[in-house]
């Protein structure tokens, strides 16, 4: 069984977010993984998307903002750019 893909995050302002499904999905799939069971878990479903920063990603996963830097450092493409609404 491999491991789950991290999320790509989402940069806006020069921070960095994640979309709150693909947070949840990365969730779901560690659970499932370390219970042993066949199969991916369902996808999230969601009508409105958030938008989770990066430190709060760091804190529901129980990790340092600097594992969570080598987990998106690890992830080969650039974050996406957002430019901000005036």
Do not use: C
């Not at 949840?24 to 991916?40: C, S, T, V």
């Amino acid at each position: 069984m491999s491991e789950p893909e991290f999320p790509l995050p989402i940069e806006k302002n020069g921070r960095l977010y994640f979309p709150r499904s693909h947070v949840e999905g990365y969730k779901r799939k560690l659970i499932h993984r370390a219970m042993g069971l066949p199969g991916d878990p369902e996808p999230v479903q969601t009508d409105i998307e958030f938008l989770v920063p990066a430190d709060t990603v760091a804190q529901e996963l129980g990790i340092s903002r600097r594992t969570l830097g080598r987990y998106i450092a690890g992830h080969s493409p650039e974050p996406k750019i957002v430019e901000a609404a005036e």
